[in-house]
């Protein structure tokens, strides 16, 4: 017998607890969050999606979603509720609005009379190829880049690239007449070498036979 137990993680919409009761055979388990009034849960898509609401429960934020993860939802929102002031308002409000553990709305809470900063919304007037409801997914991948600019310039391109050193090596196979003409002169080149050895040698070893001699001439005593 075996038993999975998947706990949700923190900052996670795939999973949620439920309790049970004496009823039940369990105490509490993790089931998988289901979207779209039961149509899809995080167990066989990562794409399912809700509105994101906050406040009461039938105040819904356009353009953002939530999924089965913070980022999947974030993904999959859009920017669409940021050109409103209206919706900016509203998440100000809110901010402080926080369920009971059984889903109920809050005992204490009061919107405020004045909200607790300023936020204005993004300029809608302004020209863009990205959309209102562009998913952020999108935006993503693209970089935010509005427009690329591509400049291409061939001598700065060698500038930077230019080497400051440059060198090759040949290489080819040598035939039998670049062998033999490099065996001869070789041959030619150490017979020259030692015909100036042989000859320095023996003018060496002659000079020296002189000096020998004479040197024995003048200690010769006479009679």
């Excluded at 795939?14 to 009761?21: C, E, S």
Aim: charged share 15%.
């Amino acid at each position: 017998m075996f038993r999975v137990s998947l706990l949700p993680a923190a900052f996670s919409n795939d999973w949620l607890f439920q309790y049970g009761n004496q009823l039940n055979d369990y105490l509490i388990r993790s089931v998988p969050r289901s979207f779209n009034n039961g149509t899809c849960n995080c167990v066989i898509s990562d794409t399912c999606q809700d509105s994101l609401h906050i406040g009461p429960p039938d105040l819904a934020l356009p353009g953002l979603v939530k999924g089965c993860s913070p980022i999947d939802g974030l993904q999959m929102s859009t920017l669409e509720c940021f050109f409103s002031s209206n919706c900016i308002d509203t998440i100000l409000t809110y901010l402080e609005y926080y369920t009971q553990m059984d889903g109920s709305p809050p005992i204490s809470f009061v919107p405020p009379a004045v909200l607790p900063m300023i936020v204005h919304p993004l300029d809608n007037s302004m020209s863009s190829r990205f959309l209102p409801n562009t998913s952020i997914d999108i935006l993503i991948s693209e970089l935010f880049v509005e427009q690329l600019n591509t400049t291409i310039s061939y001598e700065n391109y060698f500038k930077s690239c230019a080497p400051s050193i440059c060198r090759y090596e040949y290489e080819r196979q040598n035939d039998i007449l670049y062998v033999a003409t490099s065996v001869l002169g070789l041959y030619g080149g150490l017979t020259i070498i030692l015909r100036f050895i042989t000859w320095n040698s023996a003018l060496l070893l002659q000079s020296y036979t002189n000096n020998l001699r004479m040197r024995r001439t003048m200690i010769r005593p006479t009679a």
